[in-house]
């Protein structure tokens, strides 16, 4: 092998999540898989943004009946949600009904996720700028004229592929993303492959996910982290909506070591195809005392502005598995929460 071939196979391997089977060939369903979303995908391109979102308004209540167990989970998020709206008194149960409706619109904000992505690559840059308004977009610029980079920090909630593009395409800021690895591994190849040609860089979750996130940082650019959910299950454990589980220290650590700016971010969808973005605040990552103890406090604060931007819309919240310790089969519903 050449001295480049072995450069090029070097890169390629550095790209692959640790722990994958990479060698192995695929199987007939795991081809059926990305197929699945190659057809997926090149459908929604030719359907006008309007269809996409009535076909994911309708699909929305038949995904909640075809995925009964997946649909209780989000079902008990819902129920989470609701009662953290400023509107619903904290100790009054959520109406029961209104806990279905939010869950079947949960599926449809999710399917209306998905089609929007799939589109994406073929919206022109005018079109994605009128399709998101940014009110407090200077949170952002004002971290970059500091130039130690900038971390949004987001829920798995509206449409935040939209938001990247924009700024990737529109804005010209170079973006990079730290995403879970997938099943099959071809699936996680072909998305790593979508977003970049959404312009965005694609680091998987895992052992070198943090140096390749501080490189970003280090030259003044933007890192998008998902960070309600607890992938490894080696977070912190914060109070979450009144109820005690782990996140991610990622985002609180990274600001802490790099100066970056920690912004909560939220990516809202409005109809007609358009979408609200919500940037608050920086956080304050400033150095207190022992390392621990700040990514504590930080990951708290980011804790309570997360529950603050998903009580806004709910039913936007697209998080399908479990969070919380009662959750988890065997444990009491009640037993983790904050007095």
Do not use: K
Request: charged letters at 25%; one cysteine or more; hydrophobic letters at 45%.
């Amino acid at each position: 092998m050449s001295r480049a071939s072995r450069r090029s196979a070097g890169r390629d391997a550095a790209r692959r999540p640790v722990g994958r089977d990479w060698a192995r060939r695929p199987v007939g369903r795991d081809w059926a898989i990305v197929l699945g979303y190659r057809a997926g995908s090149a459908a929604a391109r030719l359907a006008p943004l309007w269809l996409g979102e009535q076909v994911a308004s309708l699909a929305g209540p038949a995904l909640a009946r075809l995925m009964p167990t997946t649909a209780a989970m989000v079902r008990r998020h819902q129920a989470r949600a609701l009662r953290w709206n400023a509107s619903t008194p904290a100790a009054t149960p959520p109406d029961e009904r209104a806990v279905q409706r939010a869950t079947a619109q949960a599926f449809s904000s999710y399917a209306r996720y998905w089609i929007e992505s799939f589109r994406l690559p073929a919206l022109s840059p005018l079109t994605l700028d009128r399709g998101i308004d940014v009110p407090a977009y200077f949170h952002v610029e004002e971290a970059l004229e500091r130039g130690n980079g900038v971390i949004l920090a987001l829920p798995h909630l509206g449409g935040w592929e939209w938001a990247g593009f924009w700024m990737a395409t529109v804005n010209r800021l170079p973006i990079t993303v730290v995403v879970e690895p997938l099943d099959p591994p071809e699936l996680f190849e072909w998305f790593v492959r979508f977003r970049e040609r959404l312009g965005m860089r694609v680091v998987p979750l895992g052992p070198d996910a943090g140096r390749e996130v501080l490189g970003a940082l280090g030259r003044n650019e933007i890192v998008c982290l998902l960070c309600d959910r607890d992938l490894t299950s080696d977070g912190i454990e914060v109070s979450f909506g009144g109820e005690r589980t782990t996140l991610p220290a990622g985002p609180a650590l990274l600001a802490l070591r790099s100066g970056a700016a920690l912004l909560p971010t939220a990516v809202y969808f409005r109809p007609g195809g358009r979408h609200l973005g919500t940037v608050r605040p920086p956080l304050d990552a400033a150095r207190r005392g022992r390392l621990r103890e700040d990514v504590t406090r930080v990951t708290q604060q980011l804790a309570d502005e997360l529950a603050a931007l998903i009580a806004a819309e709910p039913h936007q919240w697209h998080l399908f598995g479990p969070n919380w310790p009662s959750d988890r089969p065997g444990s009491e519903p009640d037993a983790r929460r904050d007095a």
